[in-house]
């Protein structure tokens, strides 16, 4: 194998840049004529030196490689065949050939876009660019060797009458959007992967079209179509038209039938109908096998590969390596320097390989030589990125680098508003003079889709770059914008907590953690403690922010009836006025939903809830009792809800206060029943029960004393409520020790 890289070598460092006939209207041309030409325009140049470069790295890593081989022996190569058979055994377990997966791809898209506003153009070789990159060219100057992706300088030298059309993406865009309509109605969710191709799934779109009648299926072309853009391709619609534009049968119609291949052939005439432009079509089992089928009848034609076992494997036997999608020309030259160069060998080699290469790569390799692919297309929100670039001719001016940048920035904005994404890393990709390519990337704490926040960040990345190139200018070939890491459901829920927040289970949980949570407390803090509750069977439990009762259903809009119905008995309620605008007040609300949890994480703050039986475990110092002793206490809380899911009925029996006035309020603190239904009297209570520490501290007491009187007899005696001498430092002051407020519990 040394005399092949060697014979590599004196090729001239070819390969990188040779010629690609496995694309499109690029079959049976003279290779190494064109080779010659590429090679003679482009020596001397930065390109043909930073290709070099990359060549002598690519030749020692073959080397590398070879040497590796050397040392493998055949009971390494037993050992290897045993792992890649029992691979080869799950891998075809996976096969799934239920799927009927197409990928969609306009033929020369620029360019057909181009000719079809200037019809002179179609008869001329012709590509989309400029002297510096192509992006695409026609069928007329594929002829000549002339490519996407080829400087247009040697685009010239081979074609010397080529045309050369500026790009105009505006336009394409455009039409682009004309083209996703109609996939759409195939596949709502399709996959494009870019202006002028998309890969669609069939399955659901076939089982529906077959109960459709012919009225659904029957189209009619349009009089007025002008000529086919690519002479030497059939038509979308085998029907025959006259002079007139009209059937030569006189009918004007044409019904498809229901099968894939006459569902993706009305799709392509339906295109054609509406932009004037071809598409070519694969249709496979799945994704990898539809891209390749796609280009078996271009242009504007498809081919169907049968969902068999025995088809697929037919089909990718005598398959060139080159033409599966993720093999490139570094991949490719090393497959060849071991003798792959279609997926038959791949298949005999995959023992060797898998010593070679790493697994990634390897198993790839096996997923290709037996034919499988996703057959899952990920929907518009599981993209993981979106980007966009331009090529041009150097730039090393920092108003016109920035200046691009803003540009670039603002397409991409216009990309993520489109789609409703968001995305928190920003990357910035450069190509200098030499070719180099660098990214430089940017992680930020919030996710990001305007303008203004994506140049903010691009800006900073492109100063940094200019900066290490420092005292010289920093000279651009390319630039580019990319937004990827896009924010999870997860990442768009607000960080305010908001009652939905605490009504809602936790989606994780899948089995019954609220209720073993509740039971971990109930061990540690609460042992006298019980809970009369109802469960059901998926322990799903809510938590009514009225009446601070557990109501366990799996129906939100039962629960939903159950609060308004609480709303509504408390909106009757005499005395129910407005938290008062002390700074302890909170929410009642918001206040009792989490009650139960609140006071038991108030190991050192928690007082007894008798007060008679507080005074009698006081010592003579007045200390507080050990917290063992405080929690054997604790007053047992019982309540009962009944709840009927399927009449879609709540009823609650509510605890009353002696006057029926309204229910009876439980401080969540001190577990004392309080004889008022005035919730700022209650309110109070409750501040001076979360901050005994705070008072007494202020008090210069050395320790807290029993708990503060119950709200029982304010209202009784007609007296006014008002702060105690000892009441919390204002929103001004701060206060000497730490405050307990409700954010603390929802922390």
Sequence with gaps: MENGVISTKAEGFLSRMALNDNKAGMEGLDRDKINKIIMESSKGSRFYENELKKEEQVNQRIEKMMLQKAKITEQHLKKAQAQVDRMATELERSRDLSRVIVHVDMDAFYAAVEMRDCPELKDKPMAVGSMSMLSTSNYHARKYGVRAAMPGFIAKKLCPDLVIVPTNFDKYRAVSKEIREIFAEYDPHFQPLSLDEAYLDFTDHLDQRQSWPDTLRTHRPRANLSPVLFEDSPSSSPCLLDSTGFGAAGGGFEVFGK??????????????????????????????????????????????????????????????????????????????????????????????????????????????????????????????????????????KTEEQLSLCRELCEDLAEDLKKEGLKGKTVTLKLKNVKFEVKTRALTLPYAVATVDEIFAVAKDLLKTERDNESPLPLRLRLMGVRISAFASADDKKPLQKSIVGFLQPDKTDSSCASQGIHQKMEKEHLSNHSFQTLTLSNCTRFTCPVCFRLVETTDLTVFNKHIDQCLSDTSRKPNQIAASDSESDVDLENDHTECEVAGRRRGDSEVEEDKAKSSEEMDSSGAEPQEDQRSSKNKSVQMALSIDCDNKTVTSQRPQSCNNKGPVLVCPICQLTQDSNDLVLFNRHVDLCLNQEVLHELGGQASCPINPPAVTNFKALGKDVRDPPSSPPSKKSKGLGPRNTIDKFFR
Aim: aromatic share 6%; with cysteine.
């Design 259 to 396: 099968s894939a291949e006459e569902a993706v052939r009305e799709m392509r005439f339906r295109i054609e109908q509406k932009t004037m432009l071809t598409a070519s079509a694969g249709i496979a089992p799945n994704m990898m096998l539809a891209k390749v089928c796609s280009d078996k009848n271009k242009p504007n034609g498809q081919y169907r590969l049968p969902s068999t076992k025995e088809a697929v494997m037919d089909f990718v036997q005598n398959l060139p390596v080159r033409k599966i999608c993720g093999i490139g020309k570094v991949s490719e030259k090393m497959l060849n320097a071991l003798g792959i160069s279609n997926c038959f060998h791949l298949s005999q080699q995959m023992a060797l390989l898998s010593l070679l290469f790493s697994e990634t790569a390897w198993h790839h390799f096996m997923q290709v030589s037996l034919g499988l692919g996703s057959t899952h297309i990920p929907r518009h929100e599981e993209r993981k990125s979106m980007s966009t670039e331009r090529t041009f001719r150097e730039m090393s």
